[in-house]
C-alpha cells in the first residue's frame, strides 16, 4: 500500500459519516429488512443466491443481542415465506461473544435451529483473532448437533492450515476467503502473493477432501485458479459456490454466472452500516482517496 493509500486508511474514520455513507451505500441494502428482501428478490431473479447480514458488530448489553436474534429470525420467516434462495450470515459478537460465550452459543445454536426448521442455513462470520479459536469452538459444537451451519476461514491467518486439517475430517461447510482484518505480524501474513497462495493451497485442500466450499473473492486470479481446480477434479456445480459482496465486481460476477456456476451475493443490511463501510471502503483505495482528498484538498 501506497504512504497516501495508508494515510487515507488512517483518516477514513474521521469522515463524517454522512460522506461516508454517501460512498457506501452501494456495499449496503438499505437500512430494513424490507431493502434486504428487495434487494434478494432481484439477485434470485438474476439466477443468483444470498446471505443476510444484518450490520454491527460487538454490542454492549445482552438485550441487543435478543434483539438481533428476534430481527434475523424475522429474516428466516420472510426468506420462508417469499419462497427466496437465500441464507443467512452471523457475526458472533453481534450476538454476545464478548459478553458471555455460553449466551453466544445458546443464541446462534437458536438461529441455527430455527434455520433448520425453514430448511435453511446459517454461516458464521469471522471476525479478527481474537475471536478465532472461540468462534471454531462455536462451530464444532453445533456441528455435533447440526449439519445446516457453516463457518468462515481466512487465508490470511498463519494457523489456518492447521485449523482446515481438522475441518475437513468433519467435513465442514466452509467460506474461504482472503480475511479483513488489521491483524499483527505474528498471527497473520502481511505479504498479498502468501495469502494467495494460501487461498489456493487451502481451497485444494478442502475440493479434495469433499468440503462444500464457499469460494469468497473478486480477485480474479484467484477466481481463475479456482475454475482450473474445479476443471481438473471435474467437480459438479453443486458441490461448490462463489461468493460475493453486494456493491463489489458486478461485472465478473455476471461472467461467472453465464458461465453456469453457483454464486451468491453477500447482502448487508441494518442501521449499524458505519464500520462495515469503512472496512470496504479501505479495499478500495481510489474512492476512498477521492473522499479524502474531495474532504482535505477541494479549491
Ligand atoms: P482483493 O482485496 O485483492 O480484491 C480483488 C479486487 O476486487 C480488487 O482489485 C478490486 O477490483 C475488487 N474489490 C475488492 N474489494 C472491493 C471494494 N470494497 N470495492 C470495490 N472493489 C473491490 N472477511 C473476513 O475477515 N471475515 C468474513 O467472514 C468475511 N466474509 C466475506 C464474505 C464474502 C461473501 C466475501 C466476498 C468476502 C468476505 N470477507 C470476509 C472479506 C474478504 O476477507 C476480503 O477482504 C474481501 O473479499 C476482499 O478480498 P478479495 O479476495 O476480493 O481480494
Known sequence: MSLFNKLVVLTLPFVPKF????????????????DAIAA????????????V???????????????????????????DSKGLNANISVKPTHLGLKLDKEFCYGNIRSLVDEAKKYSNFVRIDMEDHSCTSDTLNLFKRLRT??????????SYLR???????????????????????VEPRQIAFKDKEIVNYNFQYILEKLLNNNCYVGIATHDEKLVWNALMMIDRLKLKRDLYEFQMLLGVTEELREILVSAGHRLRVYVPYGKHWHAYSLRRLKENPSVASYIIKHIFFKN
Open 19 to 34: 460522506i461516508v455513507y454517501f460512498f457506501a451505500k452501494r456495499y449496503i441494502a438499505g437500512p430494513s429488512i424490507e
Open 40 to 51: 434478494i428478490k432481484e439477485f434470485n431473479r438474476r439466477g443468483i443466491m444470498a446471505t
Open 53 to 79: 447480514d444484518l450490520l454491527g458488530e460487538e454490542i454492549e448489553n445482552k438485550e441487543d443481542a435478543m434483539a438481533v436474534v428476534h430481527e434475523y429470525k424475522n429474516v428466516l420467516a420472510a426468506i
Open 145 to 154: 448437533e447440526f449439519d445446516n451451519v457453516g463457518v468462515v476461514i481466512q
Open 159 to 181: 494457523r489456518t492450515v492447521d485449523d482446515v486439517n481438522q475441518l475437513i475430517e468433519d467435513g465442514a461447510n466452509i467460506r474461504l476467503c482472503k480475511g479483513i482484518y
